[in-house]
């Protein structure tokens, strides 16, 4: 494990991680406290609610007529194609990469008299035979700090 100026570079997740995202795609959402908060043609939105937890979880299924799988995960983890689309982030920065996995720093800018909400997330990919996944956890690191002005949100 390399350590430089409070970074290390040990892989964050665990495999307790991907089991948790495993282990919620086979939910009946209908019984497990999910509650569908939009449905259309091409998307299904879902939330879930948990007592004493200020974060909801999302669960979001969308249909991309005309793109490919790998199309949609490089869309969603290239950087450089990500600041193109996603309008919804001023700010997409690569703080630090890895072999495998990125630490990540993402800002929004939120309405008159609410403060912009930034996060600094890593953010991996695991291919396997039968699917792909993209996960992402909340982190800290000294090239990202918290700023004035902005909350730190947690994704």
């Given at each position: 494990?390399?350590?430089?100026?409070?970074?290390?570079?040990?892989?964050?997740?665990?495999?307790?991680?991907?089991?948790?995202?495993?282990?919620?795609?086979?939910?009946?959402?209908?019984?497990?406290?999910?509650?569908?908060?939009?449905?259309?043609?091409?998307?299904?939105?879902?939330?879930?609610?948990?007592?004493?937890?200020?974060?909801?979880?999302?669960?979001?299924?969308?249909?991309?007529?005309?793109?490919?799988?790998?199309?949609?995960?490089?869309?969603?983890?290239?950087?450089?194609?990500?600041?193109?689309?996603?309008?919804?982030?001023?700010?997409?920065?690569?703080?630090?990469?890895?072999?495998?996995?990125?630490?990540?720093?993402w800002a929004?800018?939120?309405?008159?008299?609410?403060?912009?909400?930034?996060?600094?997330?890593?953010?991996?990919?695991?291919?396997?035979?039968?699917?792909?996944?993209?996960?992402?956890?909340?982190?800290?690191?000294?090239?990202?700090?918290?700023k004035k002005?902005?909350?730190?949100?947690?994704?």
């Open positions: 494990m390399a350590e430089r100026a409070g970074v290390s570079d040990t892989f964050p997740f665990s495999e307790a991680d991907f089991q948790r995202v495993e282990d919620e795609e086979k939910v009946d959402m209908a019984v497990e406290g999910w509650t569908r908060v939009k449905q259309s043609e091409l998307a299904e939105i879902w939330r879930k609610v948990t007592a004493g937890v200020a974060v909801h979880l999302i669960k979001a299924f969308v249909k991309l007529p005309g793109v490919s799988v790998e199309e949609t995960i490089t869309l969603l983890t290239d950087l450089d194609l990500r600041r193109q689309w996603d309008k919804q982030f001023y700010a997409i920065e690569l703080v630090e990469e890895f072999e495998d996995y990125q630490v990540v720093y929004s800018k939120l309405p008159a008299l609410c403060s912009d909400r930034d996060a600094v997330q890593y953010c991996t990919v695991r291919r396997e035979a039968d699917k792909t996944t993209i996960l992402s956890k909340n982190a800290t690191h000294p090239k990202a700090p918290p002005n902005v909350i730190r949100s947690s994704m």
